[in-house]
């Protein structure tokens, strides 16, 4: 009998957005736990050198370069899976932030930066991964929501509302894959310590708004390691969905975090705010 430790053992496993942070600590877990992990990025040199790097953990893993933005692109990343076993997993993780500011003045490269990764990348990687899970009968697709999947964000608007998409385009994915085996899951992590979050791109004027972010992550932000762990659970199980910032965590964690001393100055993770060009139109 199998242990926990091999439970996805036979299954390939795709994580776009894979090669550091969030997605990377989801590649390792899966990879950890029996799984063959696929990595995909837009940069070559981060697709090899996260490979390596699990290699070097004993996790069987390959990848390649991809924008998610791209259908053939995400189309040679299914292939790449199939051509090492059976793709049993398919995580839409890769994700953009947008500008912090209001939506009136923000650059429309920037909007539609972020619709491409964020909404056409999560539809690309459904798209192609839905086929072959159907075709066999299961397989587990998770769609990664964010701030705003349920509700709306003033100043983040780009990036709340194509969160929201996502859990409206999961829900209904949800609905369409019924009693067909394979199971459809949304997973919302949280605050998540990473160079996306700590790396922020502010409108003129806007920036000092931005001052109490480094409070919040210091009550509630978690690790890669920490915020991937319950995707072991989904993939495992029928659960529709799992959201990290409930009532109850946002009190015990907020509570822990501050008697830990994580809101002192010291303890804070880093903050880089840039600021647009006041001429900056996008």
């Not at 509630?220 to 991937?228: C, E």
Request: hydrophobic share 40%; proline share 3%.
């Amino acid at each position: 009998m199998g242990s926990r430790r091999d439970v996805l053992r036979g299954r390939v496993a795709v994580v776009t957005g894979s090669t550091r942070g969030l997605g990377l600590a989801m590649a390792r877990l899966l990879g950890h736990h029996g799984a063959t992990v696929v990595l995909a990025s837009r940069s070559d040199a981060d697709v090899e050198a996260a490979v390596e790097r699990l290699h070097a953990e004993g996790i069987a893993a390959s990848g390649r370069q991809c924008d998610t933005g791209e259908l053939a692109d995400v189309e040679a990343l299914r292939d790449e899976a199939l051509s090492r076993g059976t793709l049993g997993i398919w995580v839409n993780n890769a994700g953009a932030s947008g500008v912090f500011g209001p939506t009136a003045s923000t650059p429309v490269d920037d909007f539609t930066r972020v619709v491409r990764t964020n909404i056409l990348g999560t539809f690309h990687g459904s798209r192609v991964a839905l086929p072959v899970f159907l075709d066999q009968g299961r397989g587990d697709l998770v769609n990664v929501y964010g701030r705003g999947d349920q509700g709306p964000v003033a100043l983040q608007n780009a990036y709340a509302s194509s969160k929201r998409w996502v859990r409206q385009f999961t829900e209904s994915l949800r609905l369409e894959t019924k009693g067909t085996g394979v199971r459809v899951h949304g997973m919302n992590p949280g605050l998540v310590m990473t160079d996306m979050l700590g790396h922020v791109t502010s409108q003129p004027g806007y920036e000092h708004r931005l001052g109490g972010l480094q409070v919040v992550v210091g009550l509630w932000g978690q690790t890669p390691d920490d915020a991937a762990r319950p995707l072991l659970d989904l993939v495992t199980s029928d659960a529709a969905e799992f959201r990290y910032l409930t009532k109850t965590t946002m009190v015990t964690r907020g509570v822990r975090n501050a008697l830990a001393g994580r809101l002192r100055r010291a303890k804070r993770m880093p903050l880089n705010v840039t600021v647009l060009d006041a001429n900056h139109k996008g």
